[in-house]
């Protein structure tokens, strides 16, 4: 199948690849699928492009990409989501793809949200805005590692 898209024109998505979020995306609820697409130029940026709203397309890179010591956390609510077991510490290395959502603004330099991290389980193509209540991160932490302000 291709997919028109606003940013890249048409892209190949194959239904068995697409990524399902069964509650949506907070602000997004009614886009459940969406399909991952590589920038061919540097493979760590990853945009999570809806199959559904072909404006809609997220900037993200993977958590570990930018904190490499994030402690993933995911409620039980978001893990049922996701298609696991209540309690269950999903590894970010090989189970579940944890993605942050960056944010770009002129002039400003970019930030990531690590309080929402977008969690997909890869075995089951699920997935679920994983929201932390900890107070650990920030939705607007510094791209760069070496730009965080410690307390």
Partial sequence: MTFLTAHFGPVPADESASIVFPAGLPGFETCGRFTILHHPEQ??????????????????VPVQMLRRNYDLAVSDEDLALLGLPAGHRPDPRSEVLALAILSLSEGEPPTANLVAPVVVHLAARRAAQAIRSDG????AEPFLEEEAVCS
């Fill in 43 to 60: 493979p760590a940026l990853i945009f999570l492009q809806s199959l559904e709203r072909a404006e809609l397309c997220f900037l993200a």
């Fill in 136 to 139: 650990a991160y920030t939705c």
